[in-house]
């Protein structure tokens, strides 16, 4: 089964996709901050994290960097606006992350990832990092 983290801090946005997942046998857990995506991360291993783009506040290199040393493995996925300059799409791809226009549509998003067999634990060494990062 495909578990699902969502991070986003548009509440019926992501109770929106949480019902339509869950509707394809998706598991949801869902965020409203980074830090609180991050720490979920380190309870519960996920298959895929979805991301509005906007939530992600470090500088560019420590992006990539905190959700691999997290939950390595885990494709990231980020959601940008439809409007979105494709500059910006291009530069968020090139550091790692799958990048998905909004709206979409949930057989968009899988198919846009393989589905991965089993989910990636989180890695103990992380959770230090991520409290110093988050507080």
């Known amino acids: 089964m495909i578990r699902l983290l969502t991070i986003d801090g548009n509440r019926n946005r992501a109770q929106a996709l949480a019902m339509e997942c869950l509707e394809h046998g998706v598991a949801v857990r869902m965020a409203e901050t980074l830090c609180d995506g ?11 994290v979805l991301v509005e783009a ?18 390595p493995g885990v494709p990231v996925i980020l959601t940008v606006d439809a409007g979105a300059r494709v500059e910006d799409r291009v530069d968020l791809e090139l550091q790692g992350f799958h990048v998905v226009g909004r709206p979409f549509a949930l057989r968009d998003l ?25 507080g």
């Open 38 to 48: 991050v720490r979920h991360l380190l309870e519960t291993p996920v298959s895929l």
């Open 54 to 71: 906007g939530m992600v506040r470090m500088a560019t290199p420590d992006q990539t960097r905190l959700f691999d040393a997290v939950a």
């Open 110 to 134: 899988l198919a846009k990832i393989e589905r991965p067999a089993k989910a990636a634990p989180a890695r103990r060494d992380a959770r230090a990092r991520i409290e110093a990062a988050c």
